[in-house]
């Protein structure tokens, strides 16, 4: 018996092609496109897949999306920012009761147990909420996230600016005549730590009121995976945040810079400008990283520049004052802190 056809059957995963100047029995047989399939012989069209569903890569059958986050079970990133969020967290709280326990020693003193005490209990809270990072996002979780590490990294640089500014007025109060003496105690600085935190926590309820943040399944992204993560909701909110918290940390960069040669031994302007260059280096680097990823790769490069700033701060502000606490206890004296003895 005599074939109808010109051509080869198209097999599953293929659809007919219809030859331009040819008869219709003749045809080519074309790759199903993108996102569809056929699952028998000489299909005339391809099926789409459903929007939770991907071809195999015989595109004979559809096949679910992989969910893709930041897994516990899956990812090594997850295990390394769970290790280091905790050595962190541990330090602080261990440099926080090492400060309690030396709270009426010179050094203490000289640098304002209260805002110290902010300080730490703040960079705390900072590394211990990268675990809302961490895990299948939820809309709870999403709401969380981005408040527990913008306030009390708000907290933490508004307490570093208020000692910056307290460093820089008992540097003019020094001069003759000077009127910044008035200003000299802890009014003023636990003034402005509070005054500046309230405009951080004034825009998270506002944020959180509006336009909150939810969890969002991207389909689209990236073929064959759905990219569960946070959707910001207000989008202006979520960048009023990072822009606030380096308008703080620019101000505190410049006003420590300013005075950094100070003749005391002790010059805590010079640790402010470190670490404050530090948190600006590493946003900066960031927002471009952070923009051209997708997925739980941004979330990784948010959670890196979260534990890396806080990181610094801690190492930059507070390692000075351990190294004297446990290893030179001589020079933890008030003549010290007034420069009679160079460090």
């Known amino acids: 018996v005599p074939r109808g ?15 331009e100047g040819y008869h ?14 056929s699952n028998h012989s000489d299909s005339e069209l391809c099926k789409k897949c459903p929007e939770n569903k991907w071809p195999n890569n015989a595109k004979t059958i559809c096949i679910y999306k992989v969910n893709e986050y930041l897994s516990y079970e899956e990812d090594i990133l ?15 709280l261990f440099i926080l009761g090492l400060f309690f326990l030396f709270r009426n020693t010179p050094i203490v003193r000289a640098n304002n147990w209260n805002l110290s005490f902010i300080l730490l209990l703040s960079l705390i809270l900072s590394f211990l909420s990268v675990f809302l990072f961490l895990g299948r996002p939820v809309d709870i979780t999403c709401m969380l996230q981005q408040i527990t590490f913008g306030i009390p990294f708000t907290i933490s640089a508004s307490s570093i600016l208020a000692k910056t500014i307290m460093v820089f007025i008992a540097f003019k109060a020094t001069r003759p005549g000077s009127s910044c003496r008035k200003w000299v ?7 402005v730590m509070l005054f500046c935190s309230s405009i951080q926590v004034m825009n998270c309820i506002l944020w959180l009121s509006i336009s909150p ?13 759905i990219i569960i993560q946070c959707n910001e909701g207000s989008v202006s909110g979520f960048y009023f945040m990072l822009g606030y918290m380096g308008f703080l940390a620019a101000v505190s960069f410049v006003l ?17 400008t470190f670490s404050m260059l530090v948190f600006c280096s590493v946003w ?13 790769y941004m979330v990784a490069v948010e959670i890196f520049a979260i534990l890396t700033s806080s990181a610094g701060i801690l190492l930059c502000m507070f390692s000075p004052k351990i190294y004297i606490l446990l290893l030179k206890p001589e020079l933890n ?3 010290t802190m007034l420069g009679k003895i160079m460090l």
């Open 5 to 19: 056809q010109c051509s080869e059957e198209c097999l599953p995963g293929f659809r007919k092609s219809v030859r």
């Open 213 to 225: 943040p939810f969890q969002e399944y991207d389909m689209d992204s990236s073929p064959g995976k």
């Open 24 to 37: 219709p029995c003749c045809y080519n047989c074309a790759p199903c496109s993108e996102g569809e399939i």
């Open 78 to 92: 997850v295990l390394f920012f769970s290790i280091t969020s905790v050595i962190f967290a541990t330090t602080s």
């Open 185 to 191: 105690g802890v009014k003023l600085p636990n003034t």
């Open 256 to 272: 420590a810079f300013m005075v950094r040669t100070l003749p005391d031994s002790f010059n805590e302007a010079k640790y402010i």
């Open 284 to 296: 900066i680097a960031m927002i471009p990283a952070y923009l051209s990823t997708r997925g739980k």
């Open 333 to 335: 004296t008030r003549g």
